[in-house]
C-alpha cells in the first residue's frame, strides 16, 4: 500500500508554451481509491506516465512513500514500477500466440521474478478474475476476458498500487462494468491504492475521490465531499 | 522467454522468412566460392597426382600438364620419337607411355598411346580387354558408349568443324576403371594407329612428310619430328603405301620403341623411385625436351588461381555487406512495429536488459539460421557445380569443409552477434511511454 505525495511538479514538452501538467501540491493517501478524469488533452495521460514513472520529469518531486521516483534512473524506475505498481491500460498489450497464464507470467519471467509463487498465484489470479480456462490463446478471447487477464498481470506482484488508465473505455457497457468492479474490489481485496483514470462517471463516482484536471492542472478536487458522501 | 521468442516468430514469420533467405543466400554465396575454388584445387591436384612425370619437348610448362594431364585439346611442339626407346629401356623407369592427340569423337578426346598405359592407367579395366589391335579402343569410364561400339574419328574437335577419318573405324574393346581424371572422358586408341591415320608411321614420314606437314599444323600435337630425319629401314611389317588411303583395323601392335618413332608431343612416365623421378627429372630437363611434376606446375598455376580467389572473395563480401545493410534497414522498421510492444513490456515491469536479450537473441536466431541454412545451400550448389565440370572434364571435384571453413562460420556469427545488438541497442533506448504512445 502506497502513499503519493508530489510537489512542484512541472512536465513541459518541447515546442509547448505551457506545461503539459503543473501539479503545485497533490497527496493521495495509502488504500485510498481516487478517480482522475478531465477532457482529452487536460494532462491525465502525462499524469499517469509520471506516477508510474514511464516518463521522466526534471522539475518536481514525485514521492512514494516517501521515495522520489523523480531522481531514479531509468532502469530503477523500470524496477521500482515493476515492484510497486500494477498498470492496466486502455490497450490490453497482451501477446497473441501466448496463453491467457503466459501472459499474465510474461512480465514477471522477463525480470526473473517467477517463482512457484508467483505462478501459483497466477493461477490463482485468473479464477478470481472468471477465467477458468489459463491455457487458452489470447487471440480467442473476447476484449472483455482480455482485459481481464490484463488485470490479472497489474495484480500479480502485489503491487502497492493500481494504475488504470481508461481500462473501460475499449469495452462495450456490460463488460466494462464488469471490469470496473473487478478492479475495485480487488483493490480493496489486495489492499491497494488505486489510481483510475476514467471518463467513466458511473465508475468515478464509486471511488473514494475525484480529481478532475484541466489544461494540465488540478481544476476539481472532490476530496471533501466524496469523504462526507463516505 | 523461449516460447514468447518463439510465438513472436510464428506472427512475423513472412518478416522472419525474409531474413533467413537474405542471409543464406548470401553465405551461400560466399561459402559455394571457397568450396568450388577448393574442390578445383582438390580435384586438379588429385588428377596430377596419378601422373608421376611428364616430359615433353622444350615450351610451356603450364601447357604441357593442361594438355596431357587434363587433355586440354591444343598443339604441343613436337620431340624426337627416340626420347620414347631411351626412356622405355631406361631401368629407373617402371612403365613409360607416348600420348598423341588431335583426334576425337562424340566431344571424347582420342589419346594415342600403348597398352602400357591403357594397362596402368586405372589399374584395370572394368569391363572387356585392352586393345590388341590397330583398330581397337579402351574407353574411359565416363565414356558413354558401350563395349563393341564403333569409333569413327574426327580430325580435331566438332566445332572447330574437323572432318572425319575414313581411313579406320576403331571398335570398344574395354572399359577402364574410373580414375577421377580427365582420362576418364578419354578414349584411348593404339598411338601406332594415330599416326596411321595420319600417314606418319616411321617408314612413311619421308615420302609423305612434306604432303602432312599442314596437317599436324592445324590441330594435331601429333606429327614428324624431324622432317630432314634418316632411316634406314622401312617396318618390318608394314608398307606404307599399301595403307594409305584404308588402313588394317587387324593389324598387330608394334610396341618396340625404335629410335625412328615419329615425333611425340607428351610422354608419361612412372618412374620405379621418388629418387629416380629427381633424376629422371633432371637428366631430360636440358637439351630439346621439359620434364615435369604436373603438381608442381599446378602449384604454381595456384599461387595465380589465388588473386582470381581473392577477387571471387570480395566479390562474395560485397554481396554479403549489401544483405548486411540490407538486414539493418530491415530490422530498423522491423523495430519500429514493435514500438509498442516492446513499451508494453516495459511498462509492464520487464527490465531493460531482458528487453534487450529477447530483441537481440530473435534476431541473432533468425541469422543464425540463415547462416547455418547458408552453409549447407554453399555446400549443395559447390556439390551441383562440382558435378557440372566433372560431366564435362571428367575431373572429380571433392567438395569438402575444411577447418578453415568454421573460422568463416565464426566471423559470419560474430557479426550477427553486432548486427543483432543493433535493434536491440534501438528497443534499449526507447522511453517506454513514448513507444506506448506510438
Known sequence: MLALNIENLSVVFPGLSSPALAIGHLSIAAGSRVAITGASGSGKSTFVNIVAGLERTRQGRIRWNGEDIAGFSESRRDRFRAANIGLVMQEFHLFPGLSALENVLLPARFAGAATADIIERAHALLSTVGLSRPGQKIETMSRGEMQRVAIGRALLRKPGVIIADEPTASLDAESGEAVGDLILDLAIAEGSTLIVVSHDQRLASRLDRCITFGSGRISEDSTATAGEAA | ?438
Open chain 2, 1 to 438: 522467454m523461449i516460447r514468447f521468442i518463439l510465438s513472436d516468430l510464428r506472427r512475423l514469420w513472412a518478416g522472419s522468412l525474409v531474413v533467413v533467405l537474405l542471409v543464406a543466400l548470401a553465405t551461400a554465396l560466399g561459402v559455394s566460392v571457397v568450396l568450388q575454388e577448393r574442390a578445383l584445387r582438390l580435384g586438379s591436384a588429385r588428377a596430377a597426382d596419378k601422373f608421376d612425370l611428364v616430359i615433353g619437348a622444350g615450351g610451356s610448362e603450364t601447357q604441357l600438364v593442361l594438355s596431357s594431364v587434363f587433355l586440354q585439346p591444343s598443339p604441343l611442339p613436337l620431340m624426337r620419337g627416340e626420347v620414347l626407346g631411351k626412356l622405355a629401356a631406361d631401368p629407373r623407369v617402371d612403365w613409360a607411355a607416348p600420348i598423341g592427340f588431335g583426334d576425337s569423337f562424340s566431344g571424347y578426346p582420342i589419346v594415342g598411346t600403348t597398352t602400357m598405359l591403357a594397362q596402368n592407367l586405372s589399374g584395370g579395366l572394368i569391363e572387356g580387354k585392352i586393345f590388341a589391335r590397330e583398330g581397337e579402343a579402351v574407353i574411359g569410364s565416363a565414356v558413354k558408349l558401350s563395349l563393341g561400339g564403333e569409333i569413327k574419328p574426327m580430325h580435331g574437335l566438332p566445332e572447330e568443324g574437323g572432318e572425319t577419318h575414313i581411313e579406320l573405324v576403331y571398335h570398344i574393346a574395354g572399359r577402364l576403371r574410373p580414375t577421377g581424371t580427365a582420362w576418364d572422358r578419354a578414349i584411348l586408341v593404339p598411338i601406332q594407329a594415330v599416326w596411321h591415320i595420319h600417314g606418319l608411321a616411321a617408314e612413311e614420314h619421308a615420302e609423305e612428310g612434306a604432303e602432312s606437314e599442314h596437317e599436324h599444323e592445324a590441330a594435331s600435337g601429333t606429327g614428324t619430328a624431324e622432317h630432314g630425319h634418316e632411316h634406314e629401314e622401312a617396318g618390318e611389317h608394314h608398307d606404307g603405301h599399301e595403307h594409305h588411303g584404308k588402313l588394317d583395323p587387324d593389324a598387330a601392335l608394334d610396341e618396340s620403341w625404335t629410335a625412328d618413332a615419329p615425333g611425340l608431343p607428351a610422354i608419361l612416365v612412372k618412374p620405379k623411385t621418388i629418387a629416380d623421378a629427381y633424376k629422371l627429372r633432371q637428366e631430360y630437363r636440358s637439351g630439346n625436351t621439359v620434364a615435369v611434376f604436373p603438381g608442381e606446375v599446378l602449384t604454381n598455376l595456384y599461387a595465380t588461381l589465388g588473386d582470381a580467389k581473392q577477387i571471387l572473395v570480395a566479390v562474395a563480401s560485397g554481396a554479403q555487406a549489401l544483405v548486411a545493410a540490407s538486414l539493418v534497414l530491415v530490422t530498423v522498421i522491423h523495430i519500429g512495429q514493435r514500438r509498442r510492444q516492446i513499451g508494453a513490456l516495459r511498462a509492464f515491469g520487464a527490465p531493460r536488459g531482458a528487453i534487450f536479450g529477447i530483441v537481440w537473441l530473435e534476431f541473432f536466431f533468425l541469422v543464425a539460421v540463415g547462416i547455418g541454412l547458408g552453409f549447407a545451400l554453399g555446400y549443395a550448389a559447390a556439390l551441383l557445380l562440382s558435378d557440372m565440370f566433372s560431366e564435362t572434364s571428367g575431373i572429380t571435384m571433392p567438395v569438402v569443409f575444411a577447418r578453415e571453413d568454421a573460422g568463416l562460420a565464426a566471423v559470419l556469427l560474430a557479426f550477427a552477434t553486432v548486427l543483432a545488438a543493433l535493434p536491440a541497442v534501438l528497443a534499449y533506448r526507447q522511453s517506454p511511454a513514448q513507444a506506448l504512445r506510438a
